[in-house]
């Protein structure tokens, strides 16, 4: 029984190089969803897919973010012309679509340096 | 835009000590989560609520998903050192969309 998997777990870039992000959700959940946490903050909601269709974008996925799940299994995020202010853990989730309600799995999480 | 106030912002108590921490919010939600987090790690699902009124527990662990749906709470009974972490209430809007709001998390410390 695997959980939610993200590699890498850190990274270290400098500003202005493009970065990118990969989940694996578990096995079968159809929906996967990408959250950004700064210290001391709780996890904000970037972006989720259902499937492969990308159902909902926050206002914090700038022009230099993009995310995609190509074939509704792994997703990847990607971060064009990184900033300092990028510098996050960037947390992956998936859930699966039941009657009784949503419950979403979080993944280890990727830690982002931005130099 | 939508918050939740979580309180306390953080706890120092001793060991054996039951522990209450709540989130409020001034919109209805339609699911309550709350997980916990260690250092460097990503959030671990504790309690999961769907209705209005619902009390769960999962051993030490009790949470309700408050009757006007603005509210939940989430008990720890008898603590131990590793409940040391912070735990943060997770809620889902109602007709909003899969995605949860956070709140600001509330640190616990444990004393031996």
């Known amino acids: 029984d695997t959980g939610v998997s993200q590699d890498p777990r850190h990274k270290i870039t400098k500003r202005g190089q493009n970065v990118t992000f990969r989940c694996d959700p578990i096995?079968?959940?159809?929906?996967l969803y990408w959250y950004r946490q700064t210290l001391g903050q709780g996890p904000e909601f970037l972006t989720y897919?259902?499937?492969?269709?990308?159902?909902?974008k926050s206002r914090l996925l700038s022009d230099r973010f993009s995310a995609e799940r190509p074939k509704g299994s792994f997703s990847t995020l990607e971060i064009q012309r990184t900033e300092q202010g990028d510098s996050a853990m960037y947390l992956c989730?998936?859930?699966?679509?039941?009657?009784?309600?949503?419950?979403?799995?979080f993944g280890p999480g990727t830690r982002l340096l931005v130099l | 835009g939508q918050q939740l106030n979580q309180s306390p912002q953080s706890m120092f108590i001793q060991e054996g000590e039951d522990v209450s921490m709540n989130c409020t919010s001034s919109?209805?939600?339609?699911?309550w989560l709350w997980y916990k987090q260690d250092p460097g790690e990503g959030p671990v699902l504790l309690i999961a609520?769907?209705?209005?009124?619902e009390l769960t527990s999962n051993g030490r662990l009790t949470a309700q998903f408050g009757i006007t749906r603005k509210d939940s709470f989430l008990n720890i009974s008898a603590s131990i050192p590793s409940d040391v972490g912070i735990y943060f209430c997770a809620g889902r809007l109602y007709n909003q969309g899969g995605k949860l709001i956070f709140g600001q998390g509330t640190e616990l410390s444990v004393k031996p």
């Open positions: 897919f259902q499937n492969e269709a990308q159902l909902e």
């Open positions: 919109s209805i939600f339609n699911t």
């Open positions: 096995s079968e959940h159809n929906r």
């Open positions: 609520l769907y209705k209005a009124g």
């Open positions: 989730a998936s859930s699966p679509k039941t009657p009784s309600g949503e419950t979403q799995y």
